[in-house]
């Protein structure tokens, strides 16, 4: 039996969209590829009727079901994995290198957890601070001239996925940690280090940095998640047990 990406559990997500034109063609394009959930995230235009020109009748229903968000950790907040589309390549970026790849990976971990397929804006695609909130990126190769126009990107990666499938028995994956749950996790972790002074406190995110790397390297499950917040709490009942217990002896 062949297993596939479940398609219910996907969703394309496009950040800050400049052409409404672009928003519609994008339904279509997952329309015609059988994906649903369409979220937008603080588009700068957006014309419902320019959309709904290039979404076509077909493609109506996933249009009017559009969630729509102001800010992307907002937008990302219910999903357990997220992969971002870049063109950029550097040394310490883990880029996947294309969306065929991409979707064989995707087949095990779309089981137990929701998916999010994030699109930058025409411009100038995803910046640094959006991949942060990216678990892996994926690259659409391209020949000399590697700009895309943003619906044509999103049929591409949505094609992939539509197609991708394993006939051998795939590992289980359990769920992973969603997004909302790993930015507290973050927020936990950076005040333990500023207090005990292992991160600067004047320049904490240069370093918080360098642990977001690590842990999303990691791919965190819900519950090793819920372990190292527990190790936090510990260590911050501890230290505060600590300090009581000096000043009492000061006392004396």
Not at 200 to 219: A, L, V
């Amino acid at each position: 039996m062949t297993e596939r990406i479940r398609l219910d559990k996907t969703a394309i997500v496009l950040h800050r969209p400049r052409y409404s034109e672009n928003i519609g063609a994008a339904a279509r394009a997952m329309r015609n590829m059988g994906l649903h959930d369409l979220v937008v995230v603080d588009p700068p235009n957006c014309d419902l009727t320019r959309i709904l020109k290039m979404a076509t009748h077909e493609a109506i229903e996933i249009v009017e079901q559009i969630q729509f968000y102001d800010t992307l950790p907002a937008a990302l907040a219910p999903f357990n994995f997220v992969v971002g589309t870049t063109a950029r390549r550097g040394r310490r970026r883990q880029i996947i290198p294309s969306p065929a790849i991409l979707a064989d990976k995707l087949v095990a971990l779309s089981k137990n957890n929701r998916i999010a397929l994030l699109f930058g804006p025409e411009d100038r695609g995803l910046t640094n601070e959006d991949i942060r909130c990216c678990n892996w990126l994926v690259n659409i190769p391209t020949a000399d001239f590697s700009s895309l126009n943003l619906a044509q990107a999103v049929m591409i990666v949505c094609y992939e996925i539509f197609l991708a499938g394993r006939e051998e028995a795939v590992e289980h994956i359990p769920r992973m940690a969603q997004q909302h749950e790993l930015e507290g996790m973050y927020e936990q972790v950076k005040d333990i280090l500023v207090r005990i002074n292992y991160i600067n406190p004047e320049n904490p995110d240069y370093w918080m940095n360098k642990i977001r790397h690590f842990f999303t390297r990691m791919q965190l499950r819900a519950k090793e998640l819920s372990i190292i917040r527990g190790i936090c709490r510990q260590i911050n009942w501890y230290s505060k047990k600590c300090y009581e217990d000096g000043r009492k002896d000061s006392k004396f």
